[in-house]
C-alpha cells in the first residue's frame, strides 16, 4: 500500500528531519512511529496524508507517485481524499462547525453523499457521541474530541488511518477504549507515539525514528519494545543511575 523510496523530509533552508527513509507498509498492519520531539513524526503522518511534500525521494501510494502533479487531477485527488484520513494531535484543530452532528456529516455533505445523515447518526453511535450531537465540538472532553475526530474520519471509510499522539491527554479509562477501537478495526493503521505501552498494545510493527537521521529500527513490536539499548539510544527510555544507600 505504501512505499517511501530514499525520502527526505524538512523545511525550507532547514537541516533535514529526515533522510534517506526507504519503507514499505502493507494493507492491514497496524505499525507505531516512535521517536523523540522533533525526530520529524507528525511531519512523515503530514507527508503521508499529501499535506506536505519530501523535499527528495518518492512516496509511492498504492503504486502511484504523490506528488504536487498528480494532486492536481481532481478524480485521483478526491479519492485519495477519502482513502486517507489524518487525526490530529490537537483534535480542536479540525473542528469548524457549530455542533458534533454537522462536524461528523460535513465529510459526507461535501461529497454530495445521499446517505450523510443516516451515516453521520450510525457513526455517532460508534463512537459514543450519539448524547453529545447538538453540542459545540470545543466544549467537548479530550476524550470525547478523540473520539469526533476519528468519527470525522471514519465515516468516509478510509483505508488508511493516520493517528498523530492520539494516547496525549487521555484519561486511563479514554485510553483503555481507544485500545480496544484500533484493534477492532481492519483499516491499515499508522500512529505515532510516546507512549511505549500504547505502542505495545495497538501496534504489531514498530519503527523507531532517530533525530535528524532516519529509521533505526524497524520489526515486530515485542522485538523492538524489549530492546532496551535500542530505546535508550533512541531518546525513549532513561538509564536509570541508582544511589548508592
Known amino acids: ?36 520531539n522533533g525526530c520529524g513524526k507528525s511531519t512523515l503522518l503530514q507527508m503521508l496524508a499529501a499535506l506536505v511534500f519530501a523535499r527528495s525521494g518518492v512516496y509511492r501510494y498504492c503504486g502511484q507517485a504523490v506528488t504536487r502533479a498528480q494532486l492536481r487531477m481532481r478524480g485521483w485527488e478526491r479519492a485519495f481524499r477519502r482513502d486517507v484520513g489524518l487525526v490530529f494531535q490537537h483534535p480542536e484543530a479540525m473542528f469548524f462547525n457549530a455542533t458534533v452532528h454537522d462536524e461528523i456529516a460535513w465529510g459526507p455533505r461535501r461529497l454530495g453523499w445521499l446517505d450523510a445523515e443516516e451515516r453521520s447518526a450510525r457513526w455517532a453511535q460508534e463512537l459514543g457521541l450519539t448524547a453529545l450531537l447538538e453540542q459545540p465540538p470545543h466544549s467537548l472532553s479530550g476524550g470525547e474530541k478523540q473520539r ?98
Open 148 to 245: 469526533l475526530a476519528l468519527a470525522c474520519v471514519l465515516i468516509l471509510e478510509p483505508k488508511l488511518l493516520l493517528l498523530d499522539e492520539p494516547s496525549a491527554n487521555l484519561d486511563p479509562q479514554s485510553l483503555g477504549w481507544l485500545c480496544d477501537y484500533l484493534l477492532s478495526l481492519e483499516t491499515t493503521l499508522i500512529l505515532s507515539t510516546h507512549s511505549l505501552g500504547f505502542a505495545a498494545e495497538v501496534a504489531k510493527r514498530v519503527l523507531v525514528i532517530e533525530r535528524r537521521a532516519g529509521l533505526l529500527a524497524d520489526g515486530p513490536s515485542e522485538a523492538v519494545l524489549g530492546n532496551t539499548e535500542l530505546l535508550i539510544r533512541a531518546g525513549l527510555m532513561h538509564r536509570r543511575k541508582h544511589r548508592s544507600v
Open 1 to 36: 500500500m505504501i512505499k517511501l523510496d530514499a525520502v527526505e523530509l524538512g523545511w525550507p533552508d532547514a537541516p533535514a528531519l529526515l533522510s534517506g527513509l526507504s519503507l514499505q507498509i502493507a494493507a492491514g498492519e497496524k505499525v507505531a512511529l516512535l521517536g523523540p
